[in-house]
């Protein structure tokens, strides 16, 4: 099955310029991976690094020492929780940038807050107060991250979602609900349809392995190519 791709918005903005001594260069190309759990997210990112020859920024290796006590009483601890795992991705986002090469990133800082710290809220273990004290801090954090210059969201059914998630075997995922998947994709859907920080690209995955040698792979890592808005760089 050949990926659909759609929504493709045009650039309507330039990356940052730094001045040199030699005149004015461009900030080197930064592309984002959005999606939903099991999606192939961290699979296609590491494809993509290899073809373009882009860094991969993955999951943050940071381990968040408030875990364990969040999945014991998700309203008192979400706050700190929540706030930590922004904290790691919004720092491993400004060093990867700040070596000034080509990254791909297979998940962004917003859908932290978008995504899953909303979600949070919206199923009553963040309380109002904590959701209000997060918003601005992540408002704040958010506007001190130059936006990707081009945002992939990799849709899928929550059929091929469910056997992603199986096929990789992570034990922790495994009991994950259903509904709580769907909910994600809901709020998935919302945030991309709104999303305006810069161009974008749809590709929905269904019924595509990312992991194995499939000729609708290349056709996927083309789109995304010719949807950057800096192809000479390739």
Not at 72 to 77: I, K, N, Q, T, V
Not at 139 to 152: E, H, K, Q, T
Request: aromatic fraction near 8%; include cysteine; charge should be negative.
């Amino acid at each position: 099955m050949i990926p659909r791709s759609r929504d493709v918005a045009e650039p309507s903005w330039s990356p940052a310029e730094a001045s040199s001594d030699d005149g004015p260069t461009r900030a080197a190309p930064f592309l984002a991976l959005a999606g939903n759990i099991g999606v192939g997210k961290t699979t296609l990112a590491l494809r993509l690094a290899r073809r373009l020859d882009f860094a991969p920024l993955t999951e943050p290796l940071d381990d968040n020492p408030y875990l364990a006590d969040f999945y014991a009483d998700m309203p008192r601890w979400a706050l700190p929780t929540q706030l930590r795992f922004l904290a790691a991705r919004a720092r491993d986002t400004h060093d990867a940038i700040a070596h000034a090469r080509a990254i791909v990133q297979d998940r962004t800082c917003e859908e932290d807050v978008e995504i899953f710290a909303a979600n949070l809220h919206a199923a009553g273990h963040m309380t109002e107060r904590d959701w209000s004290t997060y918003r601005q801090i992540a408002d704040l954090v958010l506007a001190g991250i130059r936006p990707p210059d081009l945002l992939v969201y990799l849709s899928a059914s929550l059929d091929d979602l469910r056997a992603r998630i199986a096929r990789r075997g992570r034990v922790y995922e495994q009991s994950i609900p259903l509904d709580y998947l769907a909910a994600l994709q809901d709020r998935y859907e919302t945030w991309f349809a709104r999303y305006a920080r810069g161009p974008k690209l749809r590709v929905d995955t269904t019924g595509l392995d990312l992991a194995a040698s499939d000729p609708a792979l290349d056709d996927v890592i083309e789109r995304i190519r010719r949807a950057l808005p800096q192809p000479a760089l390739f």
